[in-house]
């Protein structure tokens, strides 16, 4: 990988993602499940993390996509490296948390690791949700630097709870464009790259854009691809994302997670840094800039 940018600058684009990611989860909650309709006649443009919706929420609240990425993120600098058995057992510890809620395929990839200790969930047509593209970030960080690292990792991870080719192909092509992102890949560059995808799996081309933004993962990376690729910066690709509604934390916390790594952390309004818990910034964080140096580019840079 062509190291174009100064170990810090990556470090900030590191940061801004993970930091994306709960923030985009935080703004999108609140109107998750509803239209953009819906949304529109309750807040005009929703640009602030208000909380509540259907879960409920606190003002700047995480739900299971911010969870999740933890749980590997944890796993992984627990274990200071890759330990799948690790990841899925911190899914369990969160599970029996009683979160604020769990989608229906992720609860039974887990229960299935409690039962059985099954990390691979066998193939189910019916696996095509984005559970496990949104808590892909960390993969991404920590495989920094080796693209056939990525898309083990980035595969196996998924396979704990969703195994089916499209929600494996998010998963690799998320994490390729989140790191060509990290080491400062212009869009134009991004979008030519994502051409490879689109030719391999038509069904994720978002031009012309139809406006679905379900659990389904062609949907979500559709809205995610378009609002990345229009907007011009890291709050207007937010914005387009979470009022275009549906599962708005999760297109949120996708997109989050990819245009933080484009704008870096100083590319986040501070009006929405301020929200989130100081306790979960503080460990994204650290969780972020531990997961950079295990990488291999991490491993290189620092010698
Ligand atoms: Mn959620
Ligand atoms: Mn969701």
Redo the contacts with the bound molecule.
Sequence with gaps: MQATLQYEEVRDRVRGAFLGLAIGDAL??PV?FMTSGEIKARHGILKELVGGGWLRLKPGQV???TDMALCIARAVVSCQGWELSAIAQQFSVWLRSKPV?V?DTCRRGIRDFMLKGQLETPFNAWDAG?GAV?RLLPVAILTMGDDSLLQQYAVAQARITHNHPLSDAACVWLGRLVQHSFTGSSKSRLRRELETLLVEHPQFKFDPYHGLAT?YVVDTMQTVFHYFFRGKDFESCLVGTVNQGG????TG?IIGALAGAYYGEEGIPHRWLKKLDRHLMNEITRLAEELLKLSPYGREMRG
Excluded at 247 to 250: F, K, L, Q, V
């Design positions: 999108g909650a998750e739900t299971d996509d809620d989608g984005n949104m659990g599962d708005a934390d999760t916390a």
